[in-house]
């Protein structure tokens, strides 16, 4: 099956810095790739959605100067995370899609619990 | 926009079948997915509908309705393990999935 890695899994980083998350698609090319965050019990929200080579879309009330998000290859899409603060904190998930044949579903990546003091 | 309501909890015994119901209106609709999540962890494909029906996949099933927005998945024979949030999530045909707030299942032996 496809398979979607995060990197980091966990980093904690002072209030003020920035700090950047990798996604990676491993055995598949991703066209188009999401990036959703997720509160303690609470479910996914998505936050962009990033296609390679062009500007990401970014949903209603999400900063895009603050969550900075790059689709440069068919394999790998980051977000940073700039100027962190404590509000920040949550567990991001990014998932990847192929618009080949006829597969509907997203693979998720492990996600990446992010802490800021 | 997007409105997927589903149940907060659900707490069932080890072996019995449990379901969890989703309804949904959306804007744009082309398909139904449920996911399994444990804490801590990234969201795991169950199923995924997108004609009216049962879906059986071993122990799990889904069903869809279109006309009624709703959805619903089943489990059987649950094990201990079952214990996770499972997520109902709907796709308006450009891969972009909306979610439900999922439904924690806690399975007692």
């Known amino acids: 099956g496809a398979v979607v890695s995060q990197h980091p899994s966990r980093v904690i980083c002072k209030s003020g810095t920035s700090v950047k998350i990798e996604c990676r698609s491993l055995?598949?090319?991703?066209?188009?790739m999401f990036w959703y965050r997720q509160f303690p019990k609470k479910s996914l929200m998505l936050m962009a959605t990033?296609?390679?080579?062009?500007?990401?879309?970014?949903e209603q009330g999400v900063e895009k100067d603050k969550f900075l998000i790059n689709h440069a290859s068919l394999t790998l899409s980051t977000l940073t995370v700039t100027s962190a603060h404590p509000e920040d904190s949550s567990f991001y998930i990014c998932?990847?899609?192929?618009?080949?044949?006829?597969?509907?579903?997203?693979?998720f990546g492990p996600g990446t619990r992010l802490t800021v003091t | 926009g997007q409105n997927i309501d589903q149940p907060t909890e659900m707490t069932a015994t080890e072996g019995a079948i449990v379901q969890i119901n989703c309804t949904y209106q959306?804007?744009?609709?082309?398909?139904l997915f449920w996911y399994q999540q444990h804490a801590g962890e990234a969201p795991t494909f169950l199923s995924y509908n997108v004609l009216d029906g049962l879906e059986e996949k071993g122990r799990f099933s889904s069903f869809l309705s279109r006309s009624k927005g709703y959805s619903y998945l089943l489990l059987k024979e649950l094990q201990m393990k079952d214990s996770a949030s499972y997520l109902c999530a709907v796709t308006d045909g450009d891969y972009k999935l909306s979610f439900g707030a999922g439904t924690t299942v806690t399975v007692r032996a």
């Open positions: 959306t804007s744009g609709f082309n398909g």
């Open positions: 998932s990847a899609a192929t618009l080949a044949g006829d597969v509907k579903e997203q693979y």
């Open positions: 055995d598949f090319q991703a066209t188009t």
């Open positions: 990033s296609n390679e080579g062009s500007k990401a879309t970014y």
